[in-house]
């Protein structure tokens, strides 16, 4: 292994990088890094690559564990262009279209679409006349995304002035920073459907639309202008398609490697300690789990890791999820791919999970039957059902530990399908897998069971964001969900280039 110089970032392109964790974040950084000349091996603890978007097969019927909802797909256009190869010879990407469906409990339903005539249609049921509203919508979220993707978001930013300043003040008015993701939202829409439907992403990203920055509408409008898609085979069939990337350009993914920690001596990374007992010289690591868990768990030095707690408790982290995967034994009809529940106080909802710490009155949850976009996910006849509930952090959740018992949330869910006309019963579950936030926590390392890591509050982001690099200890770097650029799989891929010029940058 090239030695180097203590306490300072190789010099040398061709110097070995270890990642740990082959989730998209780490794939990407790997991907990146190789495609830089540096010689990258990535330690994977659980038995396959692709963290939490990872796979479930039981009996024929096969599930996306994690994310289900694919957008940006030019985000892995452009990965696969970097190494200049085409994501269509890797991975087979299938619109769907409609894209997602929002219920409400009084029969009310929203469909959304990413063919303009369509979308107006369902949106003209819930507010006649919006047609300038949206327009107008379309036009502004336009330009904020254009500004977020080609100045805020993929720049590694430390210094909260030089990163604002990259805006000039019209951009800046125009950002919608200074309004809540709701109240920016009333600007274009009168009706409080669509605004809820539209600003229901805050879930994902870890704060109520009331207090969240408004430059979150761009969420729904990347959605709806650059289409919602399927991998064939599923999510899976992204992670499938990035592993063979990077093992095609050299990477070494080698899985059941847990690594138990991170040496480091007199502020500089030395090495790996894998869970076998063995130790390997390395001097530039990247982590790809959980920045939180990455400094309190992983890092061999108590003072650092010290630090990293009391740092910890500042830190807002997105909600935990129960998932649930059930194999059923006859087609869906009556529900489509992805599908939103929406509560009837749906500010009472998101007030629950993040300031009052309980399960949400009126259980919102999502849904998603991948299978009604690619049939082979389930035997023939059958389909595939999951289900994300969220539910509060571990360690903050308040009220009744009952209404956290899978069983009952599964019972809840259920109910509510049968609502809304899905004839589903438990008789009709064949198979059945659930993951709670401690399974998520300890399968794949989340802090606190936290799905989707660091909140995107304004003050957790850019230049505020956990960085993606260790200020003290000289040779960390960090990739993935709780660093900068943020959560999402078009996020963490991004953050993957970014780390990977980080490293680079550091290297001059
Ligand atoms: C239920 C759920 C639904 C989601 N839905 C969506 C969605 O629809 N769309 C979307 O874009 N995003 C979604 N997300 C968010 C998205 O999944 C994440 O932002 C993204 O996948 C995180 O990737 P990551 O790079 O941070 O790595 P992770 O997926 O967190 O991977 C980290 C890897 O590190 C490994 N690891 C941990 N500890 C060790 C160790 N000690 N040694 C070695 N390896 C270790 C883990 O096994 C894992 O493979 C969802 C997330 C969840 C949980």
Known sequence: MTQTVRGKTPRNPSTPVAVIGAGLGGLSAAIHLRLRGYDVTVFEGQERPGGRSNRVI???????TGPTLLNYPWVFEELFAAAGKRLEDYVQLLPVDPSVSYQWPDGAQLELSSQYDRL??????????????????????????????????????????????????????RSGVWRSLYGELGRYFKSPR??????????????????????????AYGELAHGLWLPKGGVYGLVE????????????????????????????VRGLEL???????????????????????LVDDPAFRE?????????????????????????????????????S???????????????????????????????????????????????????????????LDPGSIREQVIARLNQHGVDLTSKDIVTETVYTPRDWRDR?????????????????????????????????????????????????????????????ERSK
């Open 194 to 219: 669509i605004r809820e439907a539209f600003g229901s992403y805050g879930m994902y990203l870890g704060g109520s639309p009331f207090d969240l920055p408004g430059i979150f509408t761009i969420l």
């Open 58 to 64: 039981q009996r024929g019927f096969v599930f996306d």
């Open 120 to 173: 107006l249609d369902q949106l003209e049921a819930l507010e006649p006349g919006v047609g300038k509203g949206l327009a107008r919508y379309f036009k502004d979220a336009q330009a904020k995304y254009a500004l977020a993707f080609n100045k805020l978001v993929t720049c590694n930013a430390d210094n909260p002035l030089a990163w604002l300043g990259r805006l000039t003040p019209r951009e800046m008015l």
């Open 241 to 268: 398609g990035m592993v063979k990337l990077a093992e095609d350009l050299g990477v070494s993914i080698q899985c059941n490697a847990p690594v138990r920690a991170i040496r480091v001596l007199d502020g500089a």
């Open 307 to 343: 630090a990293a707690q009391r740092r910890s408790e500042r830190v807002t982290m997105t909600p935990c999820v129960y998932t649930y995967y059930w194999g059923v034994r006859r087609p869906l009809n009556d529900i489509g791919h992805h599908t939103i529940f929406l509560p």
């Open 345 to 403: 106080d749906y500010r009472g909802a998101f007030d629950d999970l993040f300031k009052n710490k309980r399960l949400p009155t009126g259980l919102p949850f999502y849904t998603s039957v991948a299978s009604a976009t690619d049939p082979d996910l389930a035997p023939r006849g059958g389909a595939t059902l999951f289900v994300l509930v969220p539910a509060p952090l571990l360690g903050a959740a308040n009220g009744n530990p009952a209404a």
């Open 444 to 504: 794949f390392g989340l802090y606190r069971g936290s799905a989707f890591g660091a909140a995107h509050t304004l003050f957790q982001m850019g230049p505020w964001r956990l960085p993606n690099y260790a200020k003290t200890i000289s040779g960390l770097y960090y990739v993935g969900a709780s660093t900068t650029p943020g959560t999402g799989m078009p996020m963490v891929v991004l953050g993957g280039g970014m780390t990977a010029e980080r490293i680079a």
């Open 275 to 297: 869970s076998d007992g063995s130790r390997e010289d390395w001097r530039v690591v990247v982590s790809n789990v959980d920045a939180l868990t990455t400094d309190m768990q």
